[in-house]
């Protein structure tokens, strides 16, 4: 497909999926959060030699949220081995919401059923390489700016509004610690948590890390294996499994792309290569981001999830 023809399918379809925001709203119990303008709908897909395409409101940055949670897993995998891992979090889907108690109640003691739940995502946290909160957020963030080329920064209102709201996320960290599953202090493994959530990327960035997922830890860009096709792996299945929560199956059945939500309205996407039908667009893979602050009860972005479902539908972005 010709570039013209790409980005007119791709404002057609912002434009035609746009009243789905009307059917979601901002994450209300993150006041910042609360803030953004829920009418927003942009997109940014990466190709294999790094041009971009856009359309909507693409000049948007936000927080990452829970889209961090698949990229501090892929990190500590990175640093300390898949072993050790999957030795402290397990990869099965909750059928819960992702801030919920249940689990632990339920299966006590055991632990937590995947990172891409916050249970999982703070034990995951605390456990980055580093004695201290600065060293562990400063391994993170230098594992990002290893893909993007460039140094992220906190949000710092929203990292104040999580930190004083998030009554929910400290009853699950004194869970984790009554488990033993955290060698932080609860407050420590808080702050390293609610840091990476609040930190801010644009649609190109996060198309980027997209694109490095998708082709299994590799950078078509630089040329150079960032991770290992091993973590890669299991990182798509969680993103298949659990990246959009309790709408997995169905984003599994409809969209079909390893993808990964947070309530700030963010969606990565990682479409590996597809070779066989030549004649549709990204046929070497591409790195998918989509920003739609207006999120639904499971908090996923509505608009964004139908602009995801009519791009892989149209373009047979699908890996079933
Ligand atoms: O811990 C929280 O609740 C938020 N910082 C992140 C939750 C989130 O993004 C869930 N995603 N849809």
Known sequence: MKIEEVLECLQQWVEENHSHTMLGETAKYIPALAEQDKNQLGICIMDFDGDTYKAGDTEVTFTLQSISKIISFIALCHFKGLDFVLDKVDVEPTGESFNSIIPFEIHRPGKPFNPLINAGAITVSSMLPGDTVDEKYERFIAFVEGMIGHRLHLDEDVYQSEWKTAHRNRALAYYLKESNLLDLDVEEALDIYIRQCSICIGLEDLAKIGLVIAHDGYDPITERQIFSNDVARIAKVLMVTCGMYNSSGKFAAHVGIPAKSGVSGGIIAAVPPKWHSDEKAFRKGCGIAVFGPAID????????????????TEWDFSIF
């Open 297 to 312: 009860a499971n908090g996923n972005s509505t608009a964004g999830t139908m602009l995801l479902r009519q791009i892989s």
